[in-house]
């Protein structure tokens, strides 16, 4: 370990040598850098020097590269950091921490690359990546129904896993394989079976983080503050998630699923008008997703609403709550498909039926696209007038799609004190938007933008109010920013009231306890009330 007077001496080195720019390679920049990080790891089969790569080194840019999620964060210009550490165990993790203190380098900490703004692999000002990919061993206990998952494991990892031992048993988690659990977790994660079983972070019994000090904490040792924080409010403000101790559900033999659309010639006002009535209170085994879009039929604009459903039980017992409580969507005996929970893990990820479940085991997409999400809160079921306008403004706008996601059950249950996730009760459903595009330059990047921003606009009247809600995991740092991660409470609270409501204040509590000198930021980061007043008082 280096003595003060020697981290003193690398400080005012490094300091020297950052007018090169942020992902140049300059080789007495990187000896430095890593003679820092390995006298700070004391694990040596690999040594950090093995999982740790410079702009010089080949394998840089496709490691950079192979978890960037959004292509708007994969441009020549965009900033990149000065070297990308893949940890293998927990020192790789720890001497990351320690050398980004001693030079001032912001941590970024990347689990699966989803973050629909960059946050986890861009940043304005020096910085490096902790990529999580390789730490992500899943150890499945059937026995006592839990399970240990690392971080950097996939949420299809896990689902195969899970399903590798028993046909009985599953977890509430997205409907995207690719999404890492690090992320997902720690914003809070949901899926479609969240209305029997509420969000993932209800179902997690134990983690492991690596503090700013460098110790590695459980439960117990991190106190029941910080092990709520990280349930929703964002792992990456408080450490490093290590792994995460989730607990399993129990699932059906045989599952039911459905996917139909209707256009508006086909009555999908009424038919998304009623649903919203039901959708929420109807029995907590049933999800019915929607998802809404402009469509082209011969040449004649209209809006297609498609309808995609999870039930926890079998065809007869779907048939029967269908025809009762929403006999306008018109189903027929062979719109109902059963199956195996895993298989209908496949088929919410668009796969054919018969696809083998080792899909689920591949890391990368199919493929990439220019992105931008947004979301919102439906507190009161839209009229159809109001739903009719909404459609004639997504003719307008013509690409933006809108995925209604229904609550209760479950969620309806759960108090919004419980987690940092505060939306639970009150909410009828919930709304992400999403535009895409393949066309680069920023030209076509701020058509598109504007486009969603136009369509959220126009959804104001509709949704919730004091605060307007997000969902912390559609991030979106439209809803404001801390600048490159310094910020004061009321600054903050522009964005984080948005996403945690009431649960913003104690976030920053627990931040002010565990992280006081704000070393774990970002532009959306929880502020450390110690750090701002230690900037004032500067």
């Known amino acids: 370990m280096e003595t003060p007077s020697s981290c003193a001496i690398l400080a005012a080195g490094f300091f020297l040598l950052l007018h090169v720019s942020m992902a140049a390679s300059n080789p007495t920049q990187d000896t430095f850098f890593l003679q820092c990080l390995s006298n700070h790891s004391q694990y040596s089969s690999p040594p950090i020097s093995a999982v740790t790569y410079f702009p010089n080194n080949p394998l840089y840019t496709?490691?950079?590269?192979?978890?960037?999620?959004n292509l708007r964060f994969i441009t020549p210009t965009t900033p990149k950091p000065l070297f990308i550490v893949t940890p293998t165990h927990v020192s790789h993790i720890q001497a990351s921490i320690f050398c980004s203190k001693i030079h001032a380098l912001q941590v970024r900490i990347r689990s699966g690359g989803h973050d629909y703004d960059g946050l986890s692999y861009v940043s304005q000002v020096p910085f490096i990546i902790v990529d999580m990919f390789s730490?992500?061993?899943?150890?499945?206990?059937?026995?006592?129904?839990?399970?240990?998952?690392?971080?950097?494991?996939?949420?299809g990892e896990v689902y195969y896993r899970v399903a590798e031992q028993s046909k009985i048993h599953g977890f509430p988690a997205g409907v995207c394989p690719t999404v890492g659990v690090g992320g997902h977790l720690s914003g809070a994660g949901y899926g479609n079976m969240m209305r029997k079983y509420g969000l993932s972070v209800d179902n997690i019994l134990d983690a492991q983080i690596v503090d700013v000090n460098g110790r590695l904490l459980d439960r117990e040792s991190m106190g029941e503050d910080l092990f709520w924080a990280i349930r929703g409010?964002?792992?990456?403000?408080?450490?490093?998630i290590v792994s995460w101790k989730i607990k399993l559900v129990p699932v059906p033999e045989i599952v039911t699923v459905f996917r139909v659309e209707r256009t508006l010639e086909q009555g999908a006002t009424d038919i998304v008008h009623q649903w919203q009535y039901v959708a929420d209170t109807i029995h907590e085994d049933l999800f019915i997703r929607v998802v809404v879009m402009q469509s082209n039929k011969k040449g004649h604009q209209t809006v297609k609403a498609k309808f995609v459903a999870l039930f926890l039980g079998n065809a007869e017992k779907l048939h029967a709550l269908m025809d009762e409580s929403l006999p306008q969507l018109g189903l027929k005996h062979e719109d109902y498909i059963e199956m195996s929970w895993i298989e209908s893990v496949l088929y919410w990820s668009n796969y054919p039926i018969g696809t083998s479940t080792d899909v689920l085991l591949e890391r990368q997409p199919s493929s990439e696209k220019f992105l931008k999400k947004k979301s919102d809160y439906i507190q009161e079921p839209m009229s159809k007038s109001g739903l009719e306008e909404l459609w004639k403004k997504m003719m307008e706008l013509r690409k933006p799609v809108l995925t209604f996601n229904p609550y209760g059950g479950k969620m309806r249950e759960i108090s919004e004190l419980e987690t940092p996730f505060p939306h639970r009760a009150g909410n009828v459903y919930k709304i992400q938007y999403s535009v895409n595009w393949k066309e680069e330059g920023v030209e076509a990047a701020d058509k598109n933008l504007d486009l969603i921003r136009r369509l959220y606009e126009f959804m104001t009247p509709y949704v919730s109010k004091s605060p307007r809600c997000s969902y912390l995991n559609y991030r979106d740092v439209d809803l404001g920013t801390n600048g490159n991660g310094n910020a004061s409470y009321s600054e903050a609270s522009v964005w984080g009231t948005k996403y945690f409501k009431g649960n913003f204040d104690r976030l920053v509590q627990v931040k002010t306890a565990v992280d006081p000198g704000n070393f774990f930021s970002y532009e959306q980061s929880i502020p450390s009330l110690t750090a701002w007043e230690g900037k004032m008082a500067e």
């Open 62 to 69: 496709s490691i950079l590269q192979s978890y960037i999620r």
């Open 233 to 240: 409010g964002g792992g990456a403000s408080f450490g490093v």
């Open 135 to 155: 730490l992500r061993s899943i150890s499945v206990n059937v026995e006592d129904e839990s399970a240990w998952v690392e971080s950097g494991a996939t949420l």
